[in-house]
């Protein structure tokens, strides 16, 4: 079986450092977490990542199911954190989703950051990220980190306008 070795970066930031509010553009809204949006969350998590070049190297990110499956998984960590996992809803529904964890360390971890296609470029991948890291500083936390596939041009930038440098390179066997 051919296997393909996708570069992924680890990048992280200093929670301490001056990092800029979450702002949304108008007619936008923050939706915190609640055990009854688990299944939007799975959602926009699966519209945001069907077709992206994660999907190739997490199958899981492009499947509805494996979608539902990844945010119970999520939810269930001990270290899941409220307070950094998040949805932006407008008035056609729901249309960005982030849910942050907090990892031995402690540190923080962003996992699945996704804005669904039509929504792209104004912002709301910043604001998601930023309003996660706020959860974050909220939980005491001082330094937070992501993994991103490095051919992922618009996240790597997102990462890096936000303040994330890159930490490590890592490699991604994925079964074809
Ligand atoms: C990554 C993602 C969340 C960005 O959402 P978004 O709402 O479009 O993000 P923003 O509008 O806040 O910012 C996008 C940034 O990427 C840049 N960008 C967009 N497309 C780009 C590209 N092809 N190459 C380089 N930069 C790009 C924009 O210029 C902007 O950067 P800037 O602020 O320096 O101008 C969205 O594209 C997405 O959901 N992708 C699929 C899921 C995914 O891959 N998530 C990340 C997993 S690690």
Known sequence: MAITYYKRFRMEIDLDR?????????????VPWDEALLEPHAEVK???????IDAYVFPCLGDRYGCRRLMNEIRRKP?????????IACAEGYVGTVQGVMDQGPIGAIQNVGVIPTYRGLGLGKALVRRALAGFCQAGLHRAYLEVTAENAAAVQLYRHVGFRRAKTLYKAVDN
């Open 18 to 30: 001056a990092i800029t509010t979450a702002v949304l553009p108008q007619s936008f809204t923050w």
């Open 79 to 87: 270290g899941f954190l409220p307070g950094a996992t998040w949805l």
């Open 46 to 52: 699966y519209r945001s990542f069907l077709g992206e």
